[in-house]
């Protein structure tokens, strides 16, 4: 008992001098947040007006407040919420200035603004850094990437491209579902749910089946049917967790690789199963002509882009250096270039098939996963 007696004393001696009323704490002064919401008329192509609402918290301790704009383009303002009018297509930097008159604080944010090019031509692309998907053009110009509206997820790592009816396909592994969109991101529904963690996906047009993976296997699911639990085993009994997939249409193969090790076949008829090579651990698997592509976990930030032909023989390697497991690899025919998301750098990267010319595509400032290429526009 004296124990507690001691503790308590001083408890009442502190509440007495410092006062204990749950209003009495100090409480630090608020302070000035700038920020600012936009939206773009004309469906975001040039020339395009955009609207600027100005959402700044401005406590009436720090007295009262100027506004200062910067469009990124030249031109500037000091309305709290301003017009302006891009006639250029481009990604335009915009900055908002705080100031505050007792308080004496100068704030400031910035967001990148994209303007579309109504005349661009090129090669669509798409990628998902877990909860929205992005798109650009591949041309001659600097990938500018815009969020596909409409679209989100709770934690996506694979897509893939249906190019005969035009829509996209985005496996969320956390919310165990697909989903399934236009390209523009309108008509977003479910496409399955249940679906136990799928990440890579390929669909085989001659059958009109789509193929995911599972925690433990591989399923497949019926494109024309609308029933969200619709789908049948295609391969099962794999512990290792099936990542990336791959079909080759021409020789009718699907190929898989598990993240704990081995990369599998299977004949589309549901012959032949065959494990290439036990010890490969990676996510992404593409076919592409004679050859599969795949990454290869080999130690903590060592992950490596590899090739091999389509029985596993004939390996090598396409890149190093990538710091986490990769999440979509991509092929544009047009240019013979594959692409891949470095996820520790969030650096899209691009290369020949045969490894040389790397370049880094585009820093997507966010994990870029599912990486899809469509078809020239």
């Given amino acids: 008992m004296k124990r507690l007696q001691i503790p308590i004393l001083i408890a009442l001696i502190f509440c007495v001098i410092y006062s204990c009323g749950e209003d009495d704490f100090p409480v630090p002064p608020a302070s000035t947040v700038p920020q600012f919401t936009y939206t773009i008329d004309n469906d975001e192509f040039a020339p395009a007006t955009v609207t600027f609402t100005n959402i700044s918290i401005v406590p009436e301790t720090v007295g009262t407040a100027s506004f200062s704009w910067n469009f990124g383009d030249g031109s500037s303002s000091t309305e709290a919420n301003p017009s302006h009018l891009y006639e250029e ?40 850094d877990g909860s929205q998907v992005y798109e650009s053009l591949i041309n001659t110009q600097a990938p500018i990437f815009t969020q596909v509206p409409n679209i989100a997820a709770q934690g996506s790592y694979g897509m893939v491209l249906d190019t005969v009816n035009m829509k996209l396909y985005i496996s969320d592994y956390t919310a165990d579902k697909i ?78 690789i598990n993240y704990n090790g081995g990369v599998w076949s299977k004949n589309l008829d549901g012959t032949g199963q065959v494990e290439l090579m036990p010890a490969v651990e990676g996510g ?14 080999i130690g903590s930030g060592d992950i490596r882009l590899k090739s091999a032909n389509l029985d596993g023989t004939g390996v090598s390697t396409i890149a190093v250096g990538i710091g986490r497991v990769v999440y979509g690899i991509a092929y544009d025919a047009q240019n013979q270039k594959i692409y891949w998301g470095d996820r520790l750098t969030d650096i899209m990267m691009r290369a020949n098939l045969d490894g040389t010319n790397p370049e880094a595509f585009y820093a997507a400032g966010g994990d870029p996963r599912g990486i899809v290429i469509g078809i020239q526009q």
């Fill in 179 to 256: 989903y399934r969109s236009d390209l523009d991101g309108s008509n977003f529904i479910e496409f399955r749910t249940g679906v136990d963690q799928p990440n890579g996906m390929a669909i085989d047009y001659q059958e009109n089946k789509i193929y995911w993976d599972t925690s433990n296997g591989i399923q497949r699911g019926d494109m024309n049917s609308t029933n969200l639990t619709q789908k049948e085993d295609f391969v099962i009994g794999q512990p290792n967790d099936p990542d990336g997939l791959d079909i080759d249409l021409v020789n009718r193969k699907l190929y898989w």
């Fill in 89 to 128: 297509p481009g990604a335009y930097t915009v900055n908002l200035v705080v100031t505050t008159s007792v308080s004496l604080e100068i704030r400031q944010t910035t967001k990148t603004i994209v303007i579309k090019d109504p005349n661009a031509t090129g090669i669509p692309i798409y990628y998902t």
């Fill in 284 to 297: 992404s698997m593409k076919v592409i002509g004679n050859r599969i592509y795949y990454d290869e976990y």
